[in-house]
Nanobody, 119 residues
Framework: VQLQASGGGLVQAGGSRRLSCAAS????????VAWFRQAPGEERELVSR????????WYTNSVKGRFTLSRDNPKNTVYLQMNSLKPEDTAVYYC?????????????WGQGTQVTVSS
């Protein structure tokens, strides 16, 4: 499966942004899909994940209540709605997918989209 992430850009603190991860070449509903982010000088961080098997959605603590992950299976797209953005949310955001229900490593990655939150 090929992934295409989009939706990044510059936004002021407190603003919102929606990222999209569009998939092609596979049955996206059968994949666990995740959003990661990586800030300069930092390690890549798992932000949110939706398991294909259970539909369970997980969020890292720092984004709970502000970010919402959703998927549109007919469109083969997963979205990350980001509200109340903070400067510390600034990072390159990547979507990833894997056939495992709870992957330790993801086999498929999108190209990343930059989100910059200004204070």
């Amino acid at each position: 499966v090929q992934l295409q992430a989009s939706g990044g850009g510059l936004v002021q603190a407190g603003g919102s942004r929606r990222l999209s991860c569009a998939a092609s070449g596979g049955e996206f509903s059968s994949y666990t899909v995740a959003w990661f982010r990586q800030a300069p000088g930092e390690e890549r961080e798992l932000v949110s994940r939706i398991s294909w098997r259970t539909g369970n959605i997980w969020y890292t603590n720092s984004v709970k209540g502000r970010f919402t992950l959703s998927r549109d299976n007919p469109k083969n797209t997963v979205y990350l709605q980001m509200n109340s953005l903070k400067p510390e949310d600034t990072a390159v955001y990547y979507c990833a997918a894997d056939l495992a229900a709870l992957p330790k490593n993801y086999n498929y990655w999108g190209q990343g989209t930059q989100v910059t939150v200004s204070s």
